[in-house]
Antibody, heavy 119, light 106 residues
Framework: QVQLQESGPGLVKPSETLSLTCTVS????????WSWVRQPPGKTLEWMAY???????DRNPSLRSRLSISIDTSKSQFSLRLTSVTAADTAVYYC?????????????WGQGILVTVSS | IQLTQYPSSLSASVGDRVTITCRAS??????LSWYQQKPGKAPQLLIY???TLQSGVPSRFSGSGSGTDFTLTISSLQPEDFATYYC?????????FGQGTKVEIK
């Protein structure tokens, strides 16, 4: 059974950088697309970025200038880095796996990590 | 692509038939998925490709539609179905979600 686990700080100061890591167990990173999705409190979900390998990534245009995504298959991890955070970046951040078939619906989700941006 | 769900919330009783609508601002073919989210939990995939049931999802859930108009139907609402439901388009990037429909107990 594939499991995803987000890790990182739960509190980040405004203007600083938010860094999160997703560790995947029970399956391989190779051959799948992986994404980060976030959800501000009481709001809907927002796709942030995906990665397949280091050469195949994409980011939401609304975040592109501040966002980077990377992968380390040797550690079964992929990571997110969001710079110059503000209170608007306060959200639960989920890492997800895309289905191998279909157009990449998200069939496995991490439990989510709440990140609060506050001084 | 903007997705608008109707209604934003609804109250229903156990055993009721419930229908939720998702309308896309432009055609997404059949590239639409539905997710269920319970409070404090991650969303779970229910339906993909507009009408295909994800493995393990009860058959009382069904989806239909193509182009711009889609529906999620729960044929007989069960206590564990009270949750918020989201549609997502997979036709193009950036992937987008509807604002959600909260199904509450009447």
């Amino acid at each position: 059974q594939v499991q995803l686990q987000e890790s990182g700080p739960g509190l980040v100061k405004p203007s600083e950088t938010l860094s999160l890591t997703c560790t995947v167990s029970g399956g391989s990173l190779s051959g799948y697309f992986w994404s980060w999705v976030r959800q501000p409190p009481g709001k809907t979900l927002e796709w942030m970025a995906y990665i397949y390998d280091t050469a195949n990534t994409d980011r939401n245009p609304s975040l592109r200038s501040r966002l980077s995504i990377s992968i380390d298959t040797s550690k079964s991890q992929f990571s997110l880095r969001l710079t110059s955070v503000t209170a608007a970046d306060t959200a639960v951040y989920y890492c997800v796996r895309h289905k191998a078939s279909d157009r990449g619906s998200y069939d496995y989700w991490g439990q989510g990590i709440l990140v609060t941006v506050s001084s | 692509i903007q997705l608008t769900q109707y209604p934003s919330s609804l109250s229903a009783s156990v055993g009721d038939r419930v229908t939720i609508t998702c309308r896309a601002s432009q055609g997404v073919s059949s590239y639409l998925s539905w997710y269920q989210q319970k409070p404090g939990k991650a969303p779970q995939l229910l339906i993909y490709a507009a009408s295909t049931l994800q493995s393990g999802v009860p058959s009382r859930f069904s989806g239909s539609g193509s182009g711009t108009d889609f529906t999620l139907t729960i044929s007989s609402l069960q206590p564990e179905d009270f949750a918020t439901y989201y549609c997502q388009q997979l036709n193009s990037y950036p992937r987008t979600f509807g604002q959600g429909t909260k199904v509450e107990i009447k």
